[in-house]
């Protein structure tokens, strides 16, 4: 459960204020009930009692129920407050948490950033914040709003009717309600936390399932995919059994609780009215009072049943959430120079050395091959040289070591295409948006041909063509010089290309090294290249 406090933290300093008065008016809320079941129980009574004595006439009965109607439309228009303010306030609560972990795993390591998958990481986000809801609509406000009712409830009751009445209401329902969230937490944390886990599973392999069937079928697999999808969801309705009869027994228990105490706080008021200490109509509220404030323990067992899943979440959420909000990078002039590095050595996270005490230039205008079988640390160098592997020795951006760089500034002068790019499911006008959002169709259009898409893209709607999940309605080679052309959008003056002709035959790929070079005059190109045009389209070559 610690975990949970920093995520509490920060939802409240968040939206301190929303949630302060969404938190009032939960108690108003669980107030009014109770206030309203024992003035209705009282005067009921106190009406029949006149009744019988025959000085119905007599007795006043617009106040009471003026009252009763003020205190039924209030508590409505106080809880349709208090769900507003603390739903909208949550929501934006977890905006704020969102962003917080998305800027956490900026802060990952290279090596580890590369090994998430976009999708699965996405869902996982979604889910742990979707479960990170209750924790003040279902746990924390409940909970406090209960025991201030209480409180209050007993301070009221003492007034109204006697001690002896508000010990037993307050103190049983205090005592009924700490050994019954006792137990259901004891009961619920670990099913709900492997239901979690179940939920997940199964949607992992039914994506997989979807997502490869082709293969799958090919291999033979398809029907033990199958099987594993129906076991994870076996294994998740079983769990969600489990917690539903636990949650049906902390219902009945609940019952028999409302029913001991209501029913022992009208004992102890008759026996009180017929001592003389008490009038009739005073014993009766006790006894509705205790009804009412059954409504403040029954909230809090859907909470208790997903805290397991909730204490995962935060587990999972809280080392993101502290890390500082992104800073606008001031602009940094670059100075004379390409890429330079002196003294590289790079390791393999494993320990093991990709490459050792290696140096390189690549002048401004110049284009470079590195050429080297598979596993020699071509791509390995692109990334060190973009900053997104560590190294030792010496690495120059345009003039300035590679540290001395401010992050934004560094990705305005040095853009990078790796062996694997993401699309976006999209238009083409979205994807290139997210690399240069300024951009005019004129200019998109240029480096469109330049790479020898355009033709391609026109007949099929332009750039408001719809591009699917992982360049899905594009060939491979299609959606590679679609990536490519978000990085030349970028302008940038040192260009890093990991086989930007993968899927073009040779023809094709010498016409698009050359439009490289036509968008980009004066950029310092340096290619890991495997084939032959890319070789030939080279001022100089480097083997690895």
Avoid at 140 to 169: E, H, K, N, T
Avoid at 468 to 492: D, Q
């Amino acid at each position: 459960m610690k975990h949970l406090f920093p995520i509490l933290r920060q939802i409240l300093r968040a939206q301190r204020t929303a949630l302060w008065r969404g938190a009032a008016l939960s108690v108003i809320v669980l107030l009014m009930g109770v206030a309203l079941l024992g003035l209705s129980g009282w005067f009921i009574t106190a009406a029949a009692a006149a009744g019988l004595a025959g000085a119905g006439a007599a007795f006043d009965v617009f106040r009471p129920s003026a009252m009763v109607r003020f205190l039924a439309l209030g508590r409505t228009a106080a809880r349709y407050g208090e769900r507003l303010l603390t739903h909208d306030a949550v929501l934006r609560a977890l905006e704020t948490l969102r962003l917080g972990v998305l800027r956490g795993m900026l802060q990952l390591a290279p090596e580890r950033m590369a090994q998430i998958r976009g999708a699965q990481a996405l869902n996982r986000l979604t889910a742990d914040i979707d479960a990170l809801d209750g924790l003040v609509l279902r746990l924390v406000f409940p909970l406090g709003a209960g025991l201030l009712a209480l409180i209050i409830s007993f301070a009221g009751l003492w007034w109204l009717v006697d001690l002896r009445v508000a010990l037993w209401v307050a103190g049983g329902w205090f005592l009924g309600a700490v050994l019954l969230l006792w137990h259901l937490g004891r009961k619920t944390v670990a099913p709900s936390r492997r239901m979690e886990a179940a939920t997940q599973a199964l949607r992992s392999r039914f994506v997989d399932l979807m997502q490869n069937r082709d293969d799958l079928a090919v291999y033979g697999l398809l029907q033990d995919q199958q099987s594993s999808v129906l076991q994870a969801d076996a294994r998740r309705h079983a769990l969600r059994r489990d917690l539903d009869r636990v949650d049906r027994q902390a219902g009945a228990v609940l019952m028999a609780l409302t029913a001991i105490i209501s029913g022992g706080g009208l004992w102890i008021g008759l026996d009180l009215a017929a001592a003389g200490t008490l009038t009739a109509a005073q014993a009766a509220i006790g006894f509705f009072a205790a009804l009412a404030l059954a409504e403040a323990v029954a909230p809090i067992r859907r909470a208790l049943a997903d805290s397991g899943r909730m204490t995962d979440a935060a587990r999972r959420i809280a080392p993101g959430i502290g890390a500082p909000p992104a800073v606008q990078a001031p602009a940094v002039a670059a100075s004379v120079g390409g890429i330079e590095c002196v003294g590289l050595t790079l390791r393999r996270p494993s320990g093991g050395v990709v490459i050792r005490d290696f140096s390189l230039m690549v002048d401004m205008g110049e284009t470079v091959a590195l050429t080297g079988a598979s596993g020699a640390g071509k791509s390995t160098l692109l990334l060190a040289l973009a900053g997104l592997h560590p190294a030792t020795g010496d690495i120059r951006i345009c003039g300035r070591l590679i540290g001395d760089w401010p992050e934004g500034a560094l990705r305005d002068h040095l853009a990078m295409l790796p062996q694997r790019s993401e699309l976006l499911s999209g238009t083409v006008r979205e994807n290139f948006a997210l690399a240069a959002p300024d951009a005019t169709e004129a200019e998109i259009w240029d480096v469109l041909d330049a790479v020898q898409l355009g033709a391609v893209l026109q007949p099929r709607g332009g750039l408001d063509f719809k591009v699917g999940a992982r360049g899905a309605g594009l060939s491979g080679g299609e959606a590679r010089r679609l990536a490519l052309t978000r990085v030349l959008l970028r302008r940038p003056r040192v260009l890093l290309l990991d086989e930007p002709t993968e899927g073009l035959d040779e023809a094709t790929a010498t016409v698009v090294l050359a439009g490289i070079r036509n968008v980009l005059p004066d950029a310092a190109v340096l290619i890991a290249s495997h084939r032959k045009a890319e070789i030939a389209a080279a001022d100089r070559l480097i083997a690895l």
